[in-house]
């Protein structure tokens, strides 16, 4: 009998024992199991994330304001227009006589059409013997030099790339723009390149002299920085249109202080095709410059009045007059453009359209309304400056 108890008793415990092992077991399997749950509603940050910065993940960024997300689309869609232009120079070594390829400056452009034209100052290749051109995928070219206006500072380059690679910019106007405006330039400044300034256009209608120390009218005024490398990089306004090649700053240190300049891409667009088609500008001309239109507005005059008169242009040969003060102090108000051979003549994109129709040379009858009396001139057209 005492056997029989014992024989119960450890098989009891043998019993319990394995129940308690099997729900040890059992537990450990559910909590595994509520963690992996806990573990898949929580987010999990990886090395590799941490690393790699947000803007390259192609996700939106929160936190971001309209302006800023317009600024960043601005960019993203222009820079592939933007190229970096280095030039090099070809000499001599005076110890073993060979021709030997030295770097003489760098600047930027920007891709005009689809043919594969690039646009940038004359002042970027001035002297320089040959050009490369890097585009936005870091695809580097040898460039042509396909035309020059060194009275504009412009210049036009040719580089041999797909077309599937060249995205030109789309053009604007410069004829409207306003002082406030937001205005963005691109470039590659000391050599960085794809690098995005913003400002506004802080003045219309400045002067600065080319390098061919003929003067630069209507010029651009803003406060984006350009810095050296800078030159020859788009001015865009908010839209993403080009308004203007960035081309000068006016700073002691040679770097950015506030005040750049930039050629109005209405300039542009009279020079460019010329460049393109001759080498260089070849339509002609009156030898006359004209106040702004935003100017006239504002004084309520109508037309096409003369600001400049150059010193024996076709103009003062014509006997044309710009705005004066007689002996007396009295302002008397320049010529105003009334037609050209009878067609009628109201801004200046109406004069430049007028004289495509015309070479250097021709004879031309000129319209002008001078203090309430209209006034017939025979003028002969002369070349532009080159």
Known sequence: MKT??????????????????????????????????????????????EKIAPERNNLPRKGLTDVELATISLFDKATPSVVFITTSDVRRDYFTRNLKEYKSGSGSGFIWDDEGHIITNYHVIQNADRATVTL???????????????????????????????????KGTSSDLRVGQSVYAIGNPFGLDQTLTTGIVSALGREINSVANVPIRDVIQTDAAINPGNSGGPLLNSSGELIGVNTAIYSPSGASAGIGFSIPVDAVNWVVPDLIQYGVIQ???????????????????????????????AAEKAGMRPPYRDDNGTLHWGDIIVAIDGETIESENDYLLALENYRVGDKIKVLIERENERIALDLTLDPANQ
């Open 283 to 313: 339509r002609p001309t009156m030898g006359i410059n004209f106040i702004p239109q935003r100017t006239l507005r504002q004084i309520g005059v109508k037309g096409l009045m003369i600001e400049y008169v150059g010193p024996n242009s």
């Open 136 to 170: 936005f995928d870091q695809s580097t070219y040898q460039a042509k030099l396909v035309g020059k206006a060194p009275s504009k500072d412009l210049a036009v380059l040719k580089i041999d790339a797909p077309i599937e690679k060249l995205r030109p910019l789309r």
């Open 4 to 49: 029989i108890l014992r024989f119960s008793l450890i098989f009891s415990l043998m019993a319990a024992a394995f129940l308690a092992g099997t729900s040890w077991k059992i537990n450990q399997k559910v909590n595994a199991k509520i963690e992996e749950k806990v573990a898949l509603t929580e987010p999990v940050t990886t090395f590799t994330e």
